[in-house]
């Protein structure tokens, strides 16, 4: 069973940097062929894929993120984490790692964390 923990800091002041490590235990994020994905919900709203690192370690962005968007990881920690620049309160959200298996869509979700951004 593959499990999936979201760490880091709850609250952000604007401007800065939003970092969060996701941890993956009973699975190897170099696996072929899986996705490790960032996802977040702002309070309201939909799910925004945010990005992912591929098993190969390059990685995917989506456009309107992908100028402020860093997915890097540590494969002897077998964790990967999301850097995300010059937050705003717009980046208020509830942020899931998950793993992804392209094209069937995620199939393991971290329980999520919410991080706010105000100052």
């Known amino acids: 069973q593959v499990q999936l923990q979201e760490s880091g800091p709850g609250l952000v002041k604007p401007s800065q940097t939003l970092s969060l490590t996701c941890t993956v235990s009973?699975?190897?994020?170099?696996?072929?062929?899986?996705?490790w994905s960032w996802i977040r919900q702002p309070p309201g709203k939909g799910l925004e894929w945010m990005g992912a690192?591929?098993?190969?370690?390059?990685?995917v962005y989506s456009p309107s993120l992908k100028s402020r968007t860093s997915i890097s990881r540590d494969t002897s920690k077998n964790h990967f984490t999301l850097q995300l620049s010059s937050v705003t309160p717009e980046d208020t959200a509830v942020y899931y790692c998950?793993?992804?298996?392209?094209?069937?869509?995620?199939?393991?979700w971290g329980k999520g964390t919410l991080v706010t951004v105000s100052s």
């Open positions: 009973g699975g190897s994020i170099t696996t072929n062929y899986y996705f």
């Open positions: 690192i591929v098993y190969s370690g390059s990685t």
């Open positions: 998950a793993r992804e298996l392209r094209p069937y869509g995620m199939d393991y």
